[in-house]
């Protein structure tokens, strides 16, 4: 048994850093002891005592802080830096341990004595197995691990000798300070081998898991997002790690929570135990997720209680609106039943007006007079029935429709909804939104309504239903069927004074920072700007020319034209309105100044409101042609023809000859010839005109008349009566006729303008003429024909349908 070699060696501790035998390594150092022990080493030639600290905090570490076991190295070269500190590179040479320490003062002195390598196996091939096997992890270790470059692997291959080996593999791979600590205390080179190839296989593992979680997160991920990426792969190692418990345990808890229906309580609980068994990192669970969320983000059993304050509700109407009388009767009869019955379902109303009436604003006053909820969704434009009942989950990015989503945003199942625009609905490929609203807007199935993307019923019974329209022409007859409908028409002359003057001219002061003291409007003015600065059935033109006056009252008072006038009031007349909106843009029709052979007056009704119409006949010689002009529909058209032939079967009766219209060449004109124009309500009219330029007698110029004829003569009803007889009251008509069938409608009229036209219903058009034509004293109009014996006065032959129709 040889003697252990002893040395003397001055001794310097590393921080984090275990050097084994064979390595070369570059080390900085910075300590005052260490760099000392260093020169020592260098100057007089001698190896140097490398050992690992245990704990790298520690800045004077003394005999306890460090291992005893370690490594006597060379140095090979000592670099100064102009820091102070130090860089050397040095070599490990043999495995030392420390038995004795000599001195501490400028730098560490040791005693250490050599470990030489002796092998407790004797077997070589039981070393060269566990070499091989060592040698196949490494490359494994390699392979998986890219960080070292392929040539160390070539290196490692060519080594024979077992514990320079273990030294050299271990040089290459992570592991903790301990670890290589009990690696290079290993004096034995099969034991070092054996415990060498266990930390490899550990180390093989966590790599592949690396591997593992990484391949997973970038099949997800886009080359190009590096940051995302890492990010995710953050995540992964969580989920990895199972950190999403928490998580769930949120969902479960707001589930119990939640006040959900059956269907949805089951389908909920479902769902979140789907989520608890699915891998984080799928497409599926985030799918599964949103669903959830969408679940318990629905007002499922949530009301906002109803006022029925009859009397607060009728003032905050008034307050907001002038007019509108049918709608705030039908409003204050469903709080009045709903006080009455706690169950009875929501009304579903349909508003039709022209554009500008308040039909958007009125939806809003009655969710504040009702105390519901006030949500809208506008669907003009809508073409896609996936807007209304939603997608499917299986589509990415998916989401419920409109219906749904709004009463998420309201926040209560039982709001005031308004539909803007139905009429503006169309249909493609995609499908008709019109007839998925057949089940929303009906009051027998809406309390199971199913979203495409819930697939639960949901109950939308207590919802408040307003849609609006400006024509029913677009919407569907059965959607139609399933809304109670409540008509808009224009506002009058003197509603629209009234709108102005309480809502329309104190809200533009107001805006432009004007005040009573600044700006005051005449009557006469403001009726000024209604009749020749718009044409219009609502108000949105009024408000506009009313603001451009605000400004331009603001802009004087800005300008100051002196401080004095700062202060002075600004008196809107018809003359300022002039200089400020410039030239009158429109004119009303107006009853004629005189009695006009030829000439009569019709009414017609526009989406702006009514109008006077003047019908224009002139006769000519010729050969029976008639002649159309003024851009006439073929209603229109066929309506002149239908007067035409009423007149021929008159002839004898009005004193004409039987062949009277073989003779003559007929030209009808209806006035403002750039307008198309159509319908059926300018019959009567038509005949008038065409009997005054035969018999030559003037039609009176302050008669106004609507109703559509038939070959018999008979006058059948039209539509847009209100608009008309308030175009006629406007125009300074005294007199309008209208169909019998029309008397019913008057009871809509305003009071004023009732007792100011004198209006007459007729049910054949021998009735009309002696109201329209101005006879001369002892005229006639119809004269009893001569019947010659043994011939019958030929009757028109025709069918007419009777209904109610509607002129343009």
């Known amino acids: 048994m040889t003697e252990k070699k002893k040395v003397i060696v001055p001794l310097l501790p590393l921080r984090d850093v275990v050097l084994f035998p064979y390595m070369v390594v570059p080390l900085f150092v910075g300590r005052e002891k260490s760099i000392s022990a260093l020169e020592e080493a260098l100057s007089k030639k001698k190896d140097i005592f490398l050992c690992a600290q245990k704990t790298a905090k520690t800045n004077n570490p003394g005999p306890e802080d460090y291992y005893y076991v370690g490594t006597l190295a060379s140095v090979i070269q000592l670099l100064r830096l102009p820091d102070g500190t130090v860089k050397v590179l040095v070599e490990g040479v043999r495995r030392a341990k420390v038995i004795k320490l000599l001195g501490e003062q400028k730098y560490f002195l040791v005693e250490v004595q050599v470990l030489e390598e002796e092998s407790l196996i004797s077997d070589e091939k039981e070393i060269e197995a566990l070499m091989r096997s060592v040698k196949t992890s490494f490359e494994k270790y390699v392979q998986l691990n890219k960080k070292i470059p ?3 692997l070539m290196s490692v291959s060519s080594v024979d000798q077992p514990g320079r080996l273990s030294d050299t593999i271990v040089a290459h791979i992570s592991l903790k300070l301990t670890d290589k600590q009990q690696l290079l205390e290993f004096a034995d080179p099969s034991q070092r081998l054996k415990k060498l190839y266990e930390l490899l296989q550990a180390e093989i593992e966590i790599l592949q898991i690396e591997k593992k979680i990484a391949s997973r997160v970038k099949k997800q991920m886009e080359k190009s997002q590096k940051e995302y990426y890492l990010n995710e ?69 949530e009301y906002t209680k109803e006022k029925i304050d009859l009397e607060k509700a009728q003032g905050i109407l008034e307050r907001d609106h002038y007019g509108l009388k049918d709608v705030k009767i039908r409003i204050l009869e469903h709080l009045a039943v709903q006080k009455l019955t706690q169950d009875r379902k929501a009304p579903i109303l349909c508003l039709v007006g022209p554009p500008g009436v308040g039909k958007t604003s009125l939806a809003r006053s009655i969710a504040e007079a009702t105390g519901r909820k006030f949500v809208r969704t506008s669907l003009g434009g809508v073409r896609d029935e996936a807007e209304i009942r939603g997608h499917r989950r299986t589509y990415i990015g998916a989401l419920p429709g409109k219906i749904i989503q709004s009463l998420k945003k309201a926040g209560s ?3 005031l909804f308004l539909l803007d625009e139905i009429d503006k609905m169309s249909m493609d490929f995609r499908g008709d939104p019109s007839s998925a609203m057949l089940e929303v807007l009906d009051p027998e199935q809406n309390n199971t309504f199913n979203d495409h993307y819930l697939e639960l019923d949901y109950d939308l019974s207590q919802v408040m239903f307003f849609t609006t329209a400006n024509s029913l022409h677009g919407v569907p007859r059965p959607l139609l069927d399933r809304m109670e409908i409540i008509s808009l028409s224009g506002y009058t002359d003197t509603e629209k004074y009234q709108i102005a003057v309480r809502h329309l001219i104190p809200k533009q002061i107001k805006a432009h920072g004007l005040t009573e003291k600044n700006i005051q409007f005449l009557p006469i003015a403001v009726k000024g700007v209604i009749n020749k600065y718009t044409q219009e059935a609502g108000v949105r033109n009024l408000e506009r020319e009313l603001a451009t006056i605000c400004r ?6 800005v300008e100051g034209e002196g401080k004095k006038k700062k202060d002075k009031i600004t008196t809107i007349t018809k003359k300022m309105t002039y200089k400020f909106l410039g030239a009158p843009r429109y004119r009303y029709g107006k009853a004629e100044e005189e009695h006009e052979i030829g000439l009569t007056n ?43 032939s009423y007149v021929r079967s008159r002839a004898e009766e009005l004193g004409l000859d039987k062949d009277f219209y073989q003779k003559l060449d007929f030209h009808i004109h209806v006035a403002e010839g750039a307008i198309p124009k159509d319908g059926p309500s300018a019959g009567i009219t038509l005949a008038t005109s065409i009997t005054s330029a035969l018999l030559e007698v003037p039609v009176n110029r302050q008669v106004a008349m609507t109703g559509e004829i038939t070959l018999r003569g008979r006058v059948l009803p039209i539509g847009g009566l209100r608009e008309k007889l308030l175009a006629a009251h406007r125009g300074g008509i005294r007199k309008v006729l209208i169909p019998k069938y029309n008397e019913k409608d008057l ?29 001369k004293e002892g005229q006639v109009l119809f004269q009893k024909p001569k019947k010659p014996k043994g011939e019958r006065v030929p009757l028109a032959k025709s069918i007419t349908i009777d209904g109610p129709t509607v002129t343009q």
């Open 150 to 152: 392929p040539e160390v």
């Open 233 to 301: 792969q953050m995540q992964a190692i969580q989920k990895e790690l199972g950190d999403k418990e928490n998580e769930i345990d949120e969902l479960e808890s707001a589930i119990k929570k939640k006040s959900l229906p059956k269907e949805a309580q089951e389908r909920a609980e479902k769902e979140l135990k789907k989520l608890k068994m699915m891998s984080p990192m799928s497409a599926e669970a985030t799918v599964v997720r949103n669903y959830i969320d969408w679940i318990l983000a629905l007002p499922w059993n």
């Open 552 to 557: 331009k009252v603001a802009k004087t008072i």
């Open 602 to 644: 019709g009414l017609c009704w526009t989406q702006m409101g009514g109008d006077l119409l003047s019908t224009e006949v002139s006769i000519v010689p010729g050969t029976g042609q008639l002649t159309l002009t003024g851009q006439l529909g073929s209603v229109m058209q066929e309506s002149a023809k239908a007067a035409m």
């Open 747 to 775: 009871k809509r009229m305003p009071d004023k303008v009732l007792k100011e036209l004198e209006i007459i219903a007729v049910s054949h058009m021998d009735e009309v003429l002696p109201h329209a034509l101005v006879l």
């Open 413 to 415: 199942n039982n709001p």
